[in-house]
């Protein structure tokens, strides 16, 4: 996914497209010329690029997940050891999701992007390929966990995939709606994520 070379002007527009997004601007209503102002370029610059103001918009979201999924992957691979990374995954999703400038939650504060669905499922950065990149970083947890000792269930590859995955998603349930679990906080819910983890893989 990283191999996409954008030239200056587009990372410009979509560098200002996203920073109007974080400024509260709703995708439906944003105009080519307020992106062309916050690109700081020529209002018929972006039509060099993109055929319509939809496209630009849905690359500019596509190119800032594919950078939060890289920075969320170098900073699990700068951890050591399996329960570290395990942590460390927690800790983003936790941090993401409470995070009104994360872009899945500019999305969805903006009322969904149906009108670039379009855009979306065409791009080489597609959903497949963000789905693909995660499972490779789980792939490669699980190896570090087999190769600690901290996994030694005989099951095939999508159980042990499944399970981490599970986990995850029931914390990140935990984090969008901490308020139906008055009795635990943060550290708990990880902790409890971790155990499930452990108890499932061994």
Request: cysteine-free; charged content about 30%; aromatic content about 12%.
């Amino acid at each position: 996914m990283d191999n996409i070379k954008y030239s200056e002007k587009e990372l410009a527009i979509f560098n200002g497209l996203i920073n109007l997004i974080k400024d509260g601007a709703n995708l439906y209503s944003i105009t080519v010329s307020e992106i062309a102002k916050a690109a700081d370029i020529g209002k018929g610059t972006i039509y060099d690029y993109f055929k319509t103001k939809e496209e630009a918009i849905s690359k500019a979201i596509l190119y800032s997940i594919n950078n939060e999924i890289e920075y969320a992957i170098d900073r699990v691979t700068s951890k050591h050891g399996f329960k570290d990374k395990y942590y460390e995954m927690l800790n983003i999703i936790a941090e993401n999701l409470e995070n009104k400038f994360f872009t899945m939650n500019m999305l969805l504060s903006a009322g969904g992007f149906e009108e670039f669905y379009e855009y979306l499922i065409d791009e080489q950065y597609s959903i497949p390929l963000y789905i693909s990149r995660v499972e490779k970083e789980i792939d490669n947890l699980l190896d570090i966990g087999f190769k600690e000792g901290k996994i030694t269930v005989n099951e095939d590859q999508y159980y042990k995939r499944m399970v981490i995955k599970s986990s995850l998603s029931g914390f990140t349930d935990y984090v969008n709606m901490k308020e139906r679990y008055p009795e635990i906080d943060m550290e708990r819910a990880m902790d409890l994520s971790y155990k499930m983890v452990i108890k499932s893989l061994n």
